[in-house]
DNA sequence: GCCGCAATAATATCTATACAATAAAATATC
DNA sequence: GATATTTTATTGTATAGATATTATTGCGGC
């Protein structure tokens, strides 16, 4: 008779022992601290090379799972820092995920001269900028508003897209590659522009995404998107392993 | 004459491999879609072993900057899924960050049987769980308040803690191992137990973080905390390779 | 006891090679 | 021309070594 249970366990043999490993840990079996055999020990106990224990092991590490030294040996690593992997999704995608129609239109269009732009508490003085503002809707009824900045002096080709169809922020992440970003998740009460419009009352609470993307030292845009704050939520799961190795 | 230019290569070939390669993905000399020379044509480039330059590439595609098929060789990935690694550090180490007196105050402390839990719209049968109703304060002013269940099938040893000095949440993070978890993050409106427990007005905007954390199928625990709108905020920093390979 | 030095145990990296898996391209067949 | 088959280019996995690096341990001398 054909053995028809789901076969889960990895194909390859250095995901095989990542994965046994990795169930030691997460089981509590093995508690952070405890010394994970060496690897000349699994190569035995798993009559293969050592360079395949070698990769199941880098890829623990880099996970975060367990952490390594010469001479001292493989241990697991103390309770790791507690962070998800968010994802903000794009916006016209969550909406048509809920099957609602996507709508976008552009508010203001403009060339701003270097000013200073604030940001949080701070103001930071930057160069010239395309500033677009926009609301996002769906079925015809606006969920979030954009204040968004582009720096031309960064990205220049940004000076000679229509805006007025396209959002700007699926275009930037399209056309333009980055090196960091930093994120800021707010609750803040709708003040008088947002209020009106997002159609909601003065002081409604909203959710606050403020967006800032570098490439090296540059500053190339920053986005400040206001949600009406029942109609959307952001969502994180996550696992241990957040890259799977 | 001693070079002292500080080398800020990377000391190992696969690692200056990989740091090459994804400098030209990063500056944007190599676009989405761009094919990647094959291992073969690297290994002769710097005169290493194919084995080399494929760590390097393998540490590339886990970080999801290249996209590798046999026989079609090896692209620069589309432009990645826009997540982001949020830290959602210790609530008490952020406020002692800023210099103020960190302070916990539990309010509620009881078991209760069996029931169904409401997280978001839903509701879900789970078994017997200790709730605690806390705040956690901020120079004496309350900053959050979080009601916490842990369900004690699945977390037994949480029956016998004293959460009247230490918050639960620190607690769970060591002692007790994950698979997962989930976050929702909204802004809503402080409702009459919120703003008592809070001392702001009523529907004042407020971060809503709910976490829901599993081991395998079973839920360990469900917290929902409520921050103070203009007290705290969530930040995420974030570049194109999380785990850094 | 304290310092320095050697031995040692562990991981880290690298090489050269072999074979497997896969998907594209080329070729043969109808 | 359409379909099946073979070839081939490319990555994926694994092996058996070699050498490098590094933190610990133990020892000798003072």
Same mark, same amino acid.
């Given at each position: 008779?054909?053995?028809h249970? =789901?076969?889960?366990?990895? @194909?390859?043999?250095?995901?095989?022992?990542?994965?046994?490993?990795?169930?030691h840990?997460?089981?509590?079996?093995?508690?952070?601290?405890?010394?994970?055999?060496?690897?000349?020990?699994?190569? %035995?106990?798993?009559?293969?090379?050592?360079?395949?224990?070698?990769?199941?092991?880098?890829?623990l590490?880099?996970?975060?799972?367990?952490?390594?030294?010469?001479?001292?040996?493989?241990?697991?690593?103390? =309770?790791?820092?507690?962070?998800?992997?968010?994802?903000?999704?794009?916006?016209?995608?969550?909406?048509?995920?809920?099957g609602?129609?996507?709508?976008?239109?552009a508010?203001?269009?403009?060339?701003?001269? *270097?000013?200073?732009?604030?940001?949080?508490?701070e103001?930071?003085?930057?160069?010239?900028?395309?500033?677009i503002?926009?609301?996002?809707?769906?079925?015809?009824?606006?969920?979030?508003?954009?204040?968004?900045?582009?720096?031309?002096?960064?990205? *220049?080709?940004?000076?000679?897209?229509?805006?007025?169809q396209?959002? *700007?922020?699926p275009?930037? %992440?399209?056309?333009?590659?980055?090196?960091?970003?930093?994120?800021r998740?707010?609750?803040? =009460?709708?003040?008088?522009?947002?209020?009106?419009?997002?159609?909601v *009352?003065?002081?409604?609470?909203?959710? %606050?995404?403020?967006?800032r993307?570098?490439?090296?030292?540059?500053? %190339?845009?920053?986005?400040?998107?206001?949600?009406?704050?029942?109609?959307?939520?952001?969502? @994180?799961?996550?696992?241990?392993?957040?890259?799977?190795?």
């Amino acid at each position: 008779m054909h053995d028809h249970t =789901p076969d889960t366990r990895p @194909a390859t043999l250095h995901a095989r022992i990542r994965a046994e490993v990795e169930a030691h840990i997460l089981s509590g079996d093995w508690k952070p601290g405890h010394r994970i055999p060496t690897e000349t020990e699994l190569m %035995l106990r798993y009559g293969c090379s050592r360079m395949t224990v070698n990769k199941a092991m880098a890829s623990l590490a880099s996970a975060g799972l367990i952490s390594r030294n010469r001479r001292a040996g493989t241990t697991v690593a103390r =309770p790791r820092l507690h962070s998800a992997v968010l994802n903000i999704p794009d916006v016209r995608a969550e909406i048509e995920a809920r099957g609602e129609t996507y709508g976008y239109r552009a508010l203001l269009d403009e060339m701003r001269p *270097p000013c200073c732009i604030h940001l949080g508490a701070e103001g930071h003085q930057m160069g010239r900028s395309r500033f677009i503002r926009s609301v996002h809707l769906a079925d015809e009824s606006p969920i979030l508003v954009e204040d968004r900045h582009i720096f031309l002096d960064a990205v *220049p080709a940004a000076a000679d897209v229509d805006f007025g169809q396209e959002p *700007p922020g699926p275009w930037l %992440l399209g056309h333009v590659p980055w090196t960091e970003a930093e994120h800021r998740i707010a609750a803040i =009460p709708a003040d008088a522009m947002t209020a009106r419009a997002l159609s909601v *009352p003065l002081g409604t609470a909203c959710l %606050l995404v403020e967006r800032r993307t570098w490439r090296g030292a540059e500053t %190339l845009t920053i986005a400040r998107q206001v949600f009406r704050g029942e109609a959307f939520d952001l969502t @994180a799961r996550f696992g241990p392993s957040p890259t799977g190795g």
